[in-house]
């Protein structure tokens, strides 16, 4: 069992996540349980319960859902982020699809199309396993 108190609650590992061709990206769209103020699950004691893609730790560092930065896979050698960036070119046309991969409505779209520019700001981030500190 991993230790919790680990987590610094930045609710980035809480973002849907895509696997493309063995590469998994982060996208701009959180969880619906998670509270964006907080950066807490409103529903946590109950979380596998209710939303059954909602991964556990150990589950979590086997799919890549945490970025680089996260304690519980800093310094965990061979571990792979997910991409947190839009491509340098193409970034709204790559968010409308994994907008639409993820039936994302139109209201939800707009509400995170300029998180998702602003967050990138035009640059790619490469994709490179952790190292031991």
């Given amino acids: 069992m991993a230790d919790e108190s680990l987590c610094r609650r930045c609710g980035r590992c809480c973002h849907k996540k895509l696997d493309i061709g063995g590469v998994v990206y982060m996208t701009p769209f959180p969880c619906r349980y998670l509270d964006e103020e907080t950066n807490l699950c ?46 340098a070119k193409g970034a709204e046309r790559f968010f409308d699809l994994l907008a639409d991969e993820l039936g994302v409505g139109p209201e939800e779209r707009e509400r995170y199309k300029a998180r998702w520019k602003v967050r990138g700001k035009g640059k790619g981030r490469r994709r490179e396993a952790s190292s031991p500190d």
């Fill in 42 to 87: 409103k529903v946590y004691d109950r979380r596998h319960e209710v939303n059954p893609d909602c991964l556990g730790v150990e589950e979590g560092i086997k799919r890549h859902a945490f970025p680089a930065d996260c304690p519980y896979v800093r310094g965990l050698k061979g571990y792979v982020p997910p991409i947190e960036e839009p491509p």
